[in-house]
């Protein structure tokens, strides 16, 4: 049964940092991030509600690492969109790009 929520994936810099954030509602995605040692999970949706989010924490030395990794991860390769340094990516539920 198709409940109609799309599966989305968002990165931004931390303040001028190296850190940056993923936030995503894919289990695909979130199966690949918890797999990772590195990664810390900073947020998730509270109990009840209709989405299921979780918010990741890791550290890249360069945006242009970040951004590469990012795209890796998602599996987007021209899909996503670039605004004020948020990347933003819809993915299928199947895993590869639509």
Known sequence: ?????????YM???????WYRIQTNSPLLIDKLKRRDKIIICGKTLVGSSNHWLIFRIQYKKPSTAKQSFLRLTGCKDNYTSVNGLLKCEMSTSGSVK
Do not use: Q, S
């Open 1 to 9: 049964m198709d409940t109609g929520v799309k599966h989305m994936a």
């Open 12 to 18: 931004w810099r931390e303040l001028n940092d190296d």
